[in-house]
């Protein structure tokens, strides 16, 4: 994982919240194109964001799947990163 990484990932919720305007976007998916770790994150995310909309119909992701995918994105969250970039 690169030293820019960290910069990344934490767009990667921002990306995931439709907050990023269209040339931040295509910068992140590129590097996401690249960069197989971050991607795996920006799964999870989009993942766990996809199972806590429809948490109404939590029975299709059984517990043990939705505490693995917590853990992750906590372990992501502890160590976020500050953009560096001005
Ligand atoms: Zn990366």
């Known amino acids: 994982m690169g030293a820019e990484c960290g910069d990344y990932l934490s767009r990667i919720y ?5 907050e990023l305007d269209e040339a931040a976007r295509t910068k992140l998916q590129a590097h996401l194109d690249e960069c197989p770790p971050c991607l795996d994150e920006y799964q999870l995310d989009k993942l766990l964001k996809a199972l806590v909309q429809r948490s109404c119909a939590c029975e299709q992701a059984p517990d043990t799947l939705r505490v693995q995918i917590m853990q992750r994105i906590m372990t992501v969250r502890v160590t976020e990163f500050r953009p560096s970039e001005g």
Not at 14 to 18: A, K, R, V
Request: avoid cysteine; proline fraction near 0%; glycine fraction near 20%.
């Open 14 to 18: 921002e990306l995931l919240d439709g």
